[in-house]
């Protein structure tokens, strides 16, 4: 099995930490913030899982401003990128070009549901209410168990 690391920013409802949460036993990983790790440790490991929610359609900022602190071919191994959204994400293929020519090789993105409080959705009690529920977070392990086979 390969050394495996998440760094993971969830912010609003916890959802994409869920998610997280539900892939890192299948890899054998942590979970960090990007506040947590510093970009050289990322050499220490095979996959490395880059999370978050998505606000106004981006991803977190602390998510994407530490992965341009990634120096040009610095790393190695295979990345992915994760997350949650109350409604379907614009694909995060800028933060995918990032990773790439930071050296890694892009294995996927898992995206899934989630609840969702931002205006004007919060003002009528959120959309996608228990979301990600059950058979997300199974997704989430099925995506996780892919990576590792």
């Known amino acids: 099995m390969s050394k495996a690391l998440l ?3 969830s912010v609003s409802q916890g959802n994409t930490r869920r998610v997280a949460d539900a892939m890192a036993p299948v890899l054998g990983a942590a979970v960090v913030a990007p506040e947590d790790v510093s970009v050289a440790e ?3 490991y095979d996959l490395v899982g880059f999370g978050s929610g998505i606000y106004n359609q981006r991803l977190h900022a602390r998510l994407r401003d530490f ?3 990634i120096p040009d071919g610095a790393a190695s191994g295979r990345a992915f990128v994760f997350g949650s959204s109350g409604f379907p994400p614009l694909l995060p293929k800028q933060l995918q070009r ?3 020519r930071a050296g890694f090789t892009v294995a996927g993105e898992f995206f899934c549901r989630g609840y969702d409080t931002s205006p004007p959705f919060g ?3 959120g959309a996608k209410r228990n979301r990600p529920d059950d058979a997300d977070l199974a997704a989430a392990r099925a995506f996780a168990q892919r990576l590792v086979d």
Do not use: K, M, R
């Open 7 to 9: 760094i993971c920013v």
């Open 42 to 44: 990322l050499a220490d």
């Open 67 to 69: 992965v341009a602190a």
């Open 98 to 100: 990032h990773l790439v």
């Open 123 to 125: 003002w009528f009690g």
